[in-house]
């Protein structure tokens, strides 16, 4: 197949050349057939108004609308200067005899499918110099004789997938003077070109700017980087949750919900039958407001921290499904009122960390004695801290505690327990802080009870920022992996939670929106090669979420 436009188009350049003459009459070689254009009369019976019609060609000039009473047999139907918004299904239906097509230099603006249905005899069509920016897929079937075509000079950014199918006869194709975008949606174009002889003048891009003046004949489909991973809704659960932290035991990954209003300790598992998730296993509580899972030894245990009634750590007795037994009271008289929990490894030992926000309680480390956690180190007291991290900074273990009251202070590990090193400055409302690492730097999510989140970096001695992301009614802000993809994900209270994607020097750029109610934690969870994550809803039904991977060039 020869593809392009220049001097391969000898029956285009002598009809305009005709439709110059003003209807003298003239000859189009093509097909074996012979096609003429004016030299008979004008309207009149079989000859709309506007048009010049002879035995077998007609040239319509200067209307408007799909020209009605034309002689059914015609061969040639040139309309110039004719304006048409849409050319609707079946739109020459009345004349299938044509074996050549004009349409230039008016204002059609959409071909919709089956535009040309009928004309099973054409051999040229020409659709130039108008206003196309729309085509529809399946706007060219049933063209199956058709020998050449041209949609040059128009509006067309890009063009449908499978438009050419079923053109087995198309032998030149002119795509010129088209404002093409050379994105995902035309990867199929450049494959099709590829697939037949040297494109010659089959069109330049015009965007993105990178590609800008770039023929396409020049592209190539390796060129388009059309993978895109999103969330897609996968099921809701029927109960409100606060804290959503993942775990896996023995090859079996779950996530551990806190339920403060129904007063228990889901934990969401795989149901492999049923192909969805379930809450089989419930701890019973009072007011739990985190349900940290820690495995310690094969065996699962679930830290209960609670509002009223005491907090507690249970362990899991026998494999998954098996009930759980309560195995210690956790901080007696210690903890007024538990906010946060998080557990980490120091030393060969096992650490908990319990963040007390009560007016006068203290936020206290735990360490694992073998039978039990036992008080290890109490912090600060006075300052209702709100969440604990451990992370490590320049090779020793740290800690970030924060507090409503203080801006944010950062521990560093010495003699077996946690020492003040520094703070945060700039930010003295912060809620919550969660740490990834990427390329040897370690950095800090902060989240803000008032003020807009922050992305902060370790830089020796002290974390300085490297973004600021808007954030008002954000209670969560949590970087995360899933499917081998790194993310941070932005809850939000009164509009849709978002979505970003690590870029380069930790910067975050948007990918997507979620529809969240109220959450206050996204937990990630993998099943083999299929990926979900976790929003709790502090006032909705939780949500889980799929990890799809999508082709925009499909």
């Known amino acids: 197949m020869e593809v392009g436009g220049g001097c391969g188009a000898p029956p285009l350049l002598l009809l305009l050349l005709l439709v110059g003459l003003g209807g003298t009459g003239g000859v189009i070689p093509g097909g074996g057939g012979r096609f ?5 009369s004008r309207g009149g019976k079989n000859c709309p108004g506007g048009c010049d019609c002879d035995r077998e060609g007609a040239l319509c000039r200067g209307g408007a609308g799909l020209p009605r009473g034309l002689p059914p047999r015609l061969a040639t139907l040139s309309l110039v200067r004719w304006h048409i918004d849409v050319l609707g299904e ?58 050449y075509l041209s949609l040059a000079n128009n509006r067309l950014e890009t063009l449908p997938r499978g438009l050419f199918q079923g053109l087995e006869t198309l032998t030149q194709l002119d795509l010129r003077g088209n404002p093409f975008q050379c994105d995902c949606r035309l990867r199929w174009l450049i494959s099709w070109l590829g697939s037949v002889a040297p494109p010659g003048e089959s069109g330049r891009c015009r965007g993105p700017p990178h ?68 809450a089989p296993t419930i701890i019973n509580g009072s007011s739990p407001v985190a349900c940290h899972p820690l495995q310690l030894g094969g065996a699962l245990l679930v830290v209960v921290a609670q509002l009223g009634g005491g907090s507690a750590v249970w362990r899991r007795a026998g494999g998954p499904g098996g009930r759980f037994v309560r195995l210690q009271a ?30 006068g309680g203290t936020s206290t480390l735990f ?20 969440h604990l991290e451990f992370l490590e900074l320049g090779g020793r273990p740290a800690l970030v505690v924060c507090s409503g009251t203080r801006r944010p202070l950062v521990y560093r590990w010495s003699g077996g327990v946690f ?29 803000r009870f008032l003020g807009d989140a922050k992305v902060m970096r370790w830089e020796g001695s002290m974390f300085r920022e ?89």
């Open 466 to 554: 490297v973004q600021q992301v808007p954030a008002r009614g954000s209670m969560v802000f949590q970087p995360l992996a899933l499917a081998g993809q790194r993310y941070v994900i932005l809850g939000n209270d009164y509009a849709p939670s978002r979505v970003y994607r690590l870029g380069a020097g930790g910067h975050l750029e948007p990918t997507q929106e979620l529809l969240a109610a109220t959450p206050r934690a996204f937990a990630p969870l993998s099943l083999g090669h299929r990926h979900f994550l976790v929003a709790s809803s502090f006032k909705g039904a939780t949500q889980i979420y799929r990890h799809v991977t999508v082709d925009l060039g499909s």
């Open 330 to 359: 956790l901080g007696s008289g210690r903890l007024r009122r538990p906010h946060a929990v998080a557990s980490a490894r120091l030393g060969g030992h096992w650490y908990l960390g319990v963040a007390d926000s009560s007016k």
């Open 90 to 147: 079946g739109s020459f239906r009345d004349t299938p005899a044509l074996q050549l097509l004009l349409v230039t230099a008016g204002r059609l603006g959409t071909i919709g499918d089956g535009a040309f249905a009928g004309l099973a005899l054409l051999e040229y069509l020409f659709i130039e110099d108008n206003e196309v920016g729309t085509i529809a897929p399946t706007a060219l079937r049933g063209l199956r004789g058709l020998l």
């Open 419 to 447: 020492a003040p090193h520094t703070d945060i400055p700039h930010v003295p409302d912060v809620y919550a802080a969660k740490h990834f690492r990427l390329w040897g730097h370690v950095f800090l999510c902060l989240t």
């Open 36 to 40: 003429f254009l004016g030299g008979g």
């Open 211 to 278: 590609r800008q003046g770039t023929p396409l004949a020049q592209l190539q489909t390796r060129d388009f980087h059309c993978l895109v991973s999103e969330l897609r809704p996968f099921q809701s659960l029927p109960f409100s949750s606060l804290a959503a932290e993942p775990f896996a035991l023995g090859g079996h990954p779950g996530v551990a919900l806190a339920q403060p209003f129904a007063g228990a300790c889901a934990l969401l598992e795989w149901d492999q039958l049923a192909g969805r998730f379930r």
């Open 367 to 386: 360490r694992w004695g073998g039978r039990g956690f036992y008080p290890h180190q109490a912090l600060r007291p006075w300052h209702r801290d709100t």
